[in-house]
């Protein structure tokens, strides 16, 4: 049987990984800067996860939601902890696209309505729902497109605030800094007036942070600088490092009902463990911090080469981009120097979504790869 063939692939077989490294069966070494998307938090094969998936998989590794799992109570433990969220709760699925999906439909049966409104260069997921307030058409069959949705400007206020007049708004929906999209933020002062908007027309506001949530920005989550309380917020990617868990956290406004929401393999027991493992290094290891410090440095680096005209994002969730398309960096950063870096829909974005844990001296090493291969493409010119 083949393949179904969707994904255009890199000629690269990784076989181990390690910290921010992954390897090939012969040897050959990659620094991992961009993480399979932003899943790997805290580092491929930190020992810490090891041991807890190995350890939970000798004793118990799945069983339904039908029966009692303590795991998911201690894993919302100490998710409040590491967030200092207050008055959540929490419902676990496997990946960000369900987290988004779940999301758009307890606001809808929260709210009785139907429409969500979402906005230009975002992206939540491919499944039905959530592919419908993705802004790529080329993504959405026939059957996608009957979903009651809204795009709007990223940033205007205004628009938001006359289609919320309608009244008819279940849900607005954003990622605090859009990744697919090219790492754009909004202005505090949108967000806030989103959310103020949001209570005013009885509508949900949904805060996506499937990608930058879980310390990757420096906060927690993204939307915390911006001083706003979502009434939903997403998450998935860095959840588990590879292993795959989402979830949403639900403000306690919104009541829970047998049935509304379900799901199989959502919150079993080897997710927990992965997630529960996240957690404890995450906090251990002070990675939030470390974020922080590296996004000042990468800044300060990438401020030096004057090929890179804006470097965006925040912590570990960072763009620099070019005046050129950087396909072709890419390309070279990857099979010359061994640098693993990611594509936005801004064609000139280089995205840098490393594990949280990277060290400074990695960094050096990209600037290093990144300087002598611009300087090698100016002397081909």
């Known amino acids: 049987m083949e393949l179904f063939d969707v994904y255009p692939l890199y000629d690269i077989t990784p076989v181990k990984g390690e910290g921010v490294f992954v390897y090939e069966a012969d040897g050959t070494k990659y620094l ?32 339904s939601n039908s029966i009692k799992n303590p795991m998911q109570q201690e894993l ?4 409040q902890k590491a967030s200092k969220l207050e008055d959540y709760a929490l419902f676990l699925c496997n990946s960000g696209a369900e987290a988004n999906e779940n999301a758009l439909k307890l606001a809808s049966f929260h709210t009785g309505k139907s ?12 499944t039905s729902g959530v592919v419908a307030v993705t802004d790529n058409e080329s993504i959405k069959a ?3 497109k009957d979903h009651n949705v809204v795009r709007l400007a990223f940033d205007d206020t205004e628009a938001l605030e006359n289609e919320l007049k309608k009244g008819d708004t279940a849900a607005v929906i954003f990622e605090v800094i859009q990744g697919v999209g090219g790492l754009d933020e909004a202005t505090s002062e949108f967000y806030k007036k989103a959310s103020q908007a949001c209570e005013k027309y009885g509508a949900v506001l949904i805060a996506d942070e499937v990608q930058s949530g879980y310390g990757r920005t420096g906060d927690f989550f993204a939307f915390q600088k911006h001083d706003i309380r979502p009434g939903i917020i997403s998450i998935a990617k860095g959840m588990g490092n590879g292993f795959p868990i989402g979830g949403i956290l639900i403000d306690k406004s919104i009541e829970a009902k047998s049935g509304m929401l379900g799901t199989t393999f959502g919150g079993n027991h080897l997710a927990c463990a992965a997630g529960i493992a996240v957690l404890d290094v995450l906090m251990k290891e002070n990675l939030m911090n470390n974020a922080k410090e590296l996004e000042l ?3 300060e680096k990438a401020a030096e080469i004057p090929e890179i005209v804006q470097i965006k ?12 398309e950087v396909a072709h960096l890419r390309k070279d950063l ?3 120097h061994k640098v693993f870096t990611g594509a936005a829909s801004n064609k000139k974005l280089l995205r840098i979504l490393p594990p949280l844990n990277i060290k400074k001296e990695h960094i050096n090493l990209f600037f290093d790869a990144l300087k002598a ?3 090698r493409s100016k002397e081909t010119i």
Do not use: C, W
């Open 76 to 79: 919302a433990d100490k998710l």
């Open 32 to 63: 991992d800067l961009y993480g399979g998307h932003a899943v790997i938090s805290i580092g491929h094969a930190h020992p810490t996860y090891i041991k807890a998936i190995s350890e939970q998989v000798a004793k118990l590794g799945f069983y």
């Open 313 to 324: 994002g925040r912590g570990l969730m960072l763009g620099l981009e070019f005046d050129f």
């Open 334 to 336: 990857l099979f010359k």
């Open 142 to 144: 026939p059957f996608n």
């Open 373 to 375: 291969e611009l300087k």
């Open 115 to 126: 429409k969500i409104i979402y906005f230009e260069k975002a992206f939540h997921g491919r």
């Open 297 to 299: 440095m990468f800044k």
